[in-house]
Nanobody
């Protein structure tokens, strides 16, 4: 079982930067893919960025060139630059993880969410 704890959210002015961190504990070796999602009030939770164990990254069109996802073993980081008011949301860390043998399959572990507010 993987548990995720997020930190780094806060209030920042447009054009500013924040770095979100997600630390995993438990069955860390079972993690296949790391990702960050975000959910604005009244909106659906959307994928922002993802990274696989081989280092391959992907980003939503709205954050390409501004956000960078990286991972180092039990830690996942989302560097957010040139922040815009539209980036305001609760950000959730996600880890797609293998279930223990013999059950198999994968499951999603989620962080508790951290608020990012971009406002002047």
């Amino acid at each position: 079982q993987v548990q995720l704890v997020e930190s780094g959210g806060g209030l920042v002015q447009p054009g500013g930067s924040l770095r979100l961190s997600c630390v995993a504990s438990g069955s860390i070796s079972s993690i296949i893919t790391w990702a960050w999602y975000r959910q604005a009030p009244g909106k659906q939770r959307d994928l922002v960025a993802a990274i696989t164990n081989d280092g391959s990254t992907s980003y939503s069109d709205s954050v390409k060139g501004r956000f960078t996802i990286s991972t180092d073993n039990a830690k996942n980081t989302l560097q957010m630059n040139s922040l815009e008011p539209e980036d305001t949301a609760v950000y959730y860390c996600n880890a797609k993880s293998k279930r223990p043998w013999p059950r198999g399959g994968v499951y999603d572990a989620w962080g508790q969410g951290t608020q990012v507010t971009v406002s002047s």
